[in-house]
């Protein structure tokens, strides 16, 4: 019998089985975790395999098994993946009793984990990020825009069945800093309301387009139900991390931010490497801000 690692599983879920129960994602309970989906697929009417539940494989699906996998494949990269340590029970943050969204850089927390979050959505979807996300289980966090969520609804619910959870990113994608309270508000809750109706699910956490942001924009945020405003502390971009601390070393509680674009696959798996030489496991933004 194959053991698991602790963080990380080869699963028998692939994207075509990701795309029956994407049909079954109506509500906002099925926004889970990979690890909870892989206990528990969101569906009624239908059991498709998990790690749990699948069949032995035959004598000549394991006989291969032991070949190595192709490099760029979809099990080449779930190979590269680290051996995580189990997440620690998360510490919600505390959010301000009144006022306006509060702006994190990097989430005030001492527990040893870090985020990954992906933007906008309209340029490139790499089609194997759903199945990497499941069967790697990373916890990602989507800031999407609006129109790219309407546009490719289906690829964007495949990674929310895999555990990923949708966030806003306004409508046009435009700097929001120096505008008017009415047009960030049209801006924030305009994405947040259609991403709602897409998705099942109403975004609590808002990242403005570029970072840029001021007073106006926290304020909008909060009245369009975002309970925390992201920035980010590294960004990664064709599998090379950039480090924005002179530090280089993702720290407790860093956000790392990259985007739907052709190399996805590779950001993904240099931010996995990169949290885990620190000594961190990936969790969910959403599991701290509550």
């Known amino acids: 019998m194959l053991s698991a690692p602790v963080r990380r599983i080869v699963a028998a879920v692939t994207l075509p089985t990701i795309l029956a129960l994407s049909s079954c994602t109506a509500g906002p309970g099925h926004a889970a975790h990979a690890r909870q989906v892989a206990a528990a697929p969101p569906s009624s009417s239908t059991t498709p395999l998990t790690p749990s539940t699948s069949p032995s494989p035959t004598p000549s699906i394991a006989a291969s098994a ?15 993946v680290p051996t995580f340590p189990e997440a620690p029970p998360p510490q919600p943050v505390q959010l301000p009793a009144t006022g306006p969204a509060p702006i994190w850089h990097r989430l005030p927390t001492d527990q040893k984990v870090a985020f990954i979050t992906i933007d906008d959505g309209g340029l490139a979807r790499p089609p194997a990020v759903a199945d990497f996300i499941w069967q790697a289980h990373i916890p990602v966090t989507m800031f999407l825009n609006s129109p790219a969520a309407e546009e490719h609804d289906v690829y964007f619910r495949q990674i929310q069945v895999a555990g990923g959870v949708v966030e806003s990113h306004t409508i046009n994608h ?18 947040a309301d259609k991403l709602e109706a897409l998705f099942g699910k109403r975004a ?32 990664v971009h064709e599998g090379k991390v950039r480090y924005q601390t002179p530090e280089k070393v993702v720290q407790a509680g860093d956000v790392l931010l990259m985007h739907f674009r052709p190399a996805l696959m590779d950001d993904l798996l240099a931010a996995l490497k990169a949290i885990h030489r ?5 969790a969910l933004l959403e599991d701290y801000v509550q």
């Open 66 to 80: 032991t070949a190595k996998p192709a490099p760029g494949s979809l099990e080449w990269y779930v190979s590269q």
């Open 278 to 282: 620190a000594g961190l496991t990936p």
């Open 204 to 235: 609590t956490l808002f990242r403005p387009p570029f970072g840029n942001h001021d007073a106006t924009t926290l304020r909008a945020a909060h009245d369009c139900g975002a309970k925390a405003v992201f920035h980010w502390t590294e960004t």
């Open 174 to 191: 435009n700097s929001l800093a120096g505008r008017s309270y009415d047009y960030q508000k049209r801006e924030i809750c305009g994405a």
